[in-house]
């Protein structure tokens, strides 16, 4: 399950797997897999003769309504229909009484009242979201206030509004500057949001941390912060709603690019948790997701302390091979980055073996044939050579061109 706007549950199989929205009209293929009419159809008027989410050769492009799933989501359509389209209760604010609003921040008293009601005006629209952020004072404010940590509720408020308008932010820099000041405590506010906050707060707190990570610099004072690489994985392993996990690995994704913050990440212990999850994932299981896992994998993989331990873990190696080719083009792009720079360059014996026993002979010949990008085939072609060789020495011998990677 996946949430829009932190508020409406959408149900993944509604989902278009090519589009990604809900779909109008689904039709499903020979393959078993229901798509958007219009988005597969344009997907085959391109050429294309695969199943864009398992890249099976299609045996007929014929396609099927698929009546069933058209009544259930148009049921799950009517019921929200309601709560998608009345207008919020702030909608009739105009420039004059935001401006009012923002000017009452600067007396303590009054922002209890003020930032639910900005709140409520930034989640109306980008416009709203655009206006808020071209008054000056408001953004420091905001900083001012996440950097209480004894401000209580109106810490939660800030998070929200800070979420909603981040992306109109004009001086982005400046303002990741402000939030990362050594001197102020609004990754620590964040963090204790991480650990304490409702499921929505925790979305809104690893999306501000994800959003902060604009460079090295960046990346390491967020990933260095005291517990908070912890509190992520905390969340991977323990959560229960997708969307707070996606949330939880793509901030790890984004700060996890220098290398001392790849191995502190593996020291932590991100591989197992990560394999959890691409182990107990099923078809149900969001893409974004399973596509987010990979990627964890594959940055780990660029270390040799993740190469290590990854290699030593059949199960881990196991479960990449089942998603080469049944995800996505993102998702067998890291899958099989992973296995190679494992199974390849690090020339890991027992990933070899793991992948020999996991039927990873099938999947690279059967992803040969498929219409894999030009570096995806170079690494299958690598690894088909590990199948054919019979001791360490010999693959030691063998020498590969590809440069998708460079592993640390």
């Known amino acids: 399950m996946v949430k829009d706007d932190l508020c409406i549950t959408i149900p993944s199989d509604f989902r278009c797997p090519i589009s990604l929205d809900v779909m109008k009209s689904p039709v499903s293929l020979c393959t078993g897999v229901t798509y958007d009419r219009s988005s597969i159809q344009k997907w085959l008027d391109n050429g294309n003769n695969t199943c864009p989410a398992t890249m099976q050769v299609l045996q007929t492009k014929e396609f099927v309504p698929n009546h069933n799933l058209h009544r259930?989501?148009?049921?799950?359509?009517?019921?929200?229909?309601?709560?998608?389209?009345?207008?919020?209760?702030?909608?009739?604010?105009?420039?004059?009484?935001?401006?009012?609003?923002?000017?009452?921040?600067?007396?303590?008293?009054?922002?209890?009242?003020?930032?639910?009601?900005?709140?409520?005006?930034?989640?109306?629209?980008?416009?709203?979201?655009?206006?808020?952020?071209?008054?000056?004072?408001?953004?420091?404010?905001?900083?001012?206030?996440?950097?209480?940590?004894?401000?209580?509720?109106?810490?939660?408020?800030?998070?929200?509004?800070?979420?909603?308008?981040?992306?109109?932010?004009?001086?982005?820099?400046?303002?990741?500057?402000?939030?990362?000041?050594?001197?102020?405590?609004?990754?620590?506010?964040?963090?204790?949001?991480?650990?304490?906050?409702?499921?929505?707060?925790?979305?809104?707190?690893?999306?501000?941390?994800?959003?902060?990570a604009i460079d090295a610099e960046a990346k390491i004072v967020i990933a260095e912060t005291d517990g908070l690489m912890r509190e992520l994985l905390k969340l991977i392993n323990s959560e229960n709603d997708t969307t707070v996990i996606e949330s939880a690995l793509s901030c790890l994704i984004s700060i996890s690019m220098p290398k001392r913050i790849k191995i502190k990440l593996v020291q932590l212990g991100v591989i197992k948790s990560v394999t959890k999850l691409l182990s107990e994932s099923n078809s149900s299981?969001?893409?974004?997701?399973?596509?987010?896992?990979?990627?964890?994998?594959?940055?780990?993989?660029?270390?040799?302390?993740?190469?290590?331990?990854?290699?030593?873990?059949?199960?881990?190696?196991?479960?990449?091979?089942?998603?080469?080719?049944?995800?996505?083009?993102?998702?067998?792009?890291?899958?099989?980055?992973?296995?190679?720079?494992?199974?390849?360059?690090?020339?890991?014996?027992?990933?070899?073996e793991a992948l020999t026993k996991a039927n990873g002979l099938?999947?690279?010949?059967?992803?040969?044939?498929?219409?894999?990008?030009?570096?995806?085939?170079?690494?299958?072609?690598?690894?088909?050579?590990?199948?054919?060789?019979?001791?360490?020495?010999?693959l030691s011998s063998y020498d590969t061109k590809t440069t998708h990677i460079m592993p640390c």
């Open 72 to 212: 259930l989501i148009q049921i799950w359509s009517d019921s929200h229909h309601q709560r998608l389209h009345s207008p919020v209760s702030d909608s009739s604010l105009s420039s004059h009484q935001v401006l009012r609003l923002i000017n009452r921040m600067d007396d303590h008293r009054s922002r209890a009242d003020s930032l639910p009601r900005l709140v409520s005006f930034a989640s109306e629209s980008v416009e709203n979201r655009r206006l808020l952020c071209g008054i000056d004072g408001l953004v420091p404010v905001l900083v001012d206030l996440l950097c209480n940590v004894d401000a209580g509720d109106l810490v939660d408020q800030t998070v929200r509004l800070l979420h909603l308008i981040r992306s109109e932010i004009g001086d982005k820099e400046r303002f990741v500057k402000t939030m990362l000041n050594s001197d102020r405590n609004c990754i620590s506010s964040l963090l204790l949001i991480l650990r304490k906050g409702t499921v929505e707060l925790k979305i809104c707190s690893a999306n501000l941390l994800e959003y902060l």
């Open 362 to 394: 099938t999947k690279i010949l059967l992803l040969m044939q498929s219409n894999c990008s030009p570096p995806v085939r170079q690494m299958a072609r690598d690894l088909l050579k590990i199948f054919r060789i019979n001791s360490k020495s010999c």
């Open 285 to 352: 299981s969001s893409i974004s997701m399973t596509e987010k896992v990979l990627k964890v994998l594959e940055t780990a993989s660029t270390v040799r302390e993740g190469r290590k331990e990854i290699g030593e873990d059949s199960v881990c190696v196991a479960a990449i091979v089942q998603k080469v080719l049944k995800v996505s083009n993102a998702a067998t792009e890291h899958a099989v980055t992973t296995l190679w720079s494992v199974c390849y360059l690090f020339r890991d014996e027992k990933a070899g």
